[in-house]
């Protein structure tokens, strides 16, 4: 007889999160990647300046490279004449050596020649053939760059576990490293779960509708920093899940949509509490208390709500900050903003409750229908997160909003 | 003779702009991609629902599918018996009807039973055998999501324009809609220019240094939702210039970096003047003045400054902007703290200036080193921007720092 199964005690939100954080590890594979592709990667190696940055004393200014002495006293009423012996550009070498009373052209960049130790601006000058006025008196030093000021040759530069942004990707550039060691990207196994659920393309049965939870859960896993891999459709037979829970354990974490609630078909939890371990089962959550997480030869497996919204709802609250982890990503704080409630909100659900919201105009307005629907999600700004004791919020009351993407 | 030639009129940063964002345009080619691969794309198509979903009345709970006026009246002590005369599990089809007095069991997303009009939760009911007793009312449509209720055939679900979300993906799934059409990602041509830089891989001759400036604008570029072409630099040539602008023009916009000062050999404004227009050259900020921004054969060219810190900050001010804007990408509001100097700074440099600063403590540290300097921008958390009339900020005074990535 087909008896059906009520959670027993359901997690709280905070101890489910805990539990999770610390059930993953984070992935130790590395890879060695062009730095063209590292963006957002995160380094899995500590970086050493193996020369100097500028490798040479370089100009900062296009201008004149002097002596600066020669310029002390000069002004737009009575400048120092100089003679222009050489041109230096950006690139060349030129080899003299400056003297006392003369100066070099040079650009922006280029090295700057022997015996000077300042570089006039452009700005302050005047050019007429070999003679060069200098209007503006500069220090010893001034705009120049010694060798080694951006990096020192032996300088620890960037360290492991840091994420490659378009200005360290420049560091490894001005070093001459073109290949890097980054974290492999976690690979995470997705799998939905029920007979009624019919991949994309197919005819649908009476009773059945289309796969929702593998695109919107791989969409989720790539933001993350992940690889997803999307699966066929599971159907509720026992020896049918257990092979896919075997498979999916061969992943960094395999997520499994569905079957996880207490009807009669919902073997899944039976299923993996005979291969692994059930960590927690049910959370005081709403929607999406029909979620679990345990382990199957040592990876971590969630089992998601098959309900669209709580399934995704889910993956922003529970799964999101596990793959962050495993791939190595720092757990910033989501983006908040603080907004008025635009009417007032009832709730008594007895569980933490995840509802979306639209902003308009500075107000916050509810956007969720119900858990199976898509569009509580698809057309909301973020989600307001309602404590368990909380039953009304009058219109006007401020709320935190976390913003979705 | 090699006269240099210096600015003539800088425009402001807000002008810069302004005239960036008129002259650039949403792209407008297409291509129809799988939805797995759509996150954070452009939609380019209306989307309408084609059938309802859910396709039928199904239960949003596990539960027993009842006539709700069999439940009127019963609570845990005076429950009310029905008849339990099937079981309808999601993904299948019972085909019968349910009369007076009698219940089907049905799972979350179940069909609901011909004859059923509401759902009593497994958790106010008890089995036994053939009889299910009723512990609580429900009222008709009770724990019911009715056909259409999520989309309606019909109904405009999504619109052109719509950056697809992971719930957005999900839309199309619900929908069936296996590929769509999303605007191209643009293309970016990126071009290192002078005689100084080296590509990565090949031996420094005295003076000249590695190419940055391609690798980081090729993470700005791709971190905005485009692709960005790397290219061979470019030697300090009038003709060699004037065929990479040629090749550029075939992007949705050409990116050079250096050659666009005031040094002798920074060729780069005459070549563009010759072949199209420029429309400002020099712009009041600090690093970073000797930016660019013109066309060649209609395409929109930029000429960013040669020094790592300038073409890098100036890619966040006025390249990034243009690039969302070129790939159909929303312009927000970028991510801003609050926090107070840990220390005085003085400026006086008659421009806007962009100081890269580190946030530790809550306090803001300028990090900024010369705009030579990539580790300028590689060790900030962000940046401020100081008006052009600012002389100083006192330490403990509160400044806006814009977050980097």
New interface residues.
Partial sequence: ????K?FNTLVSRQEALDIILKKVNQIKRKEKIC??NA??RILAENITAEFN????D?S?M??YAVKAEDTFGASTFVSKKLKLIG?Q?????WTGKIEKGECV?V?????VPDGSDSVVM??YTK?E?QTVEILKPVYPKANI?PEG???KKGDS??SSGE?L??????????????QVSVLEKPKVGIYST????KP??EA?????????????????I??MGCTPI?HNIVG?EREIIKAALEQASKYDLGVFSGGS??????LFADVIASMGKIYFHGVQVKPGKPTLFGEVNGSPIFGMP???TSC?SN?YIFLAPALKKIAGLPRLPP?QVNAKMSQRFVSSSGREQFLTVKIEKGMVIPVF???????S??N?DGYIILPVNLDVIEEGEEVTVTL??
């Fill in positions: 007889m087909s008896k059906m009520p730095i063209e963006r957002g940055v500028p490798p040479f370089r900062a296009d201008g041109f550009h950006a690139g060349e070498n052209q650009a922006t960049g280029s090295p452009v700005e050019m053939g760059s000021e951006d990096l530069v960037l994420i942004s378009p200005a360290k990707i420049g560091v490894l550039a001005a070093l001459n490293i073109q029920g007979s009624e659920i994309l393309g649908l049965n009476p009773g059945q509708i289309y796969d929702v939870n593998s695109y919107t859960l791989a969409s989720v790539s933001s999307r509720d609630s207490v009807g009669v078909r919902d098959g309900y669209p995704l993956s983006k229908k119900k858990s199976g629907d898509i569009t999600m698809a909301a979705l993407n």
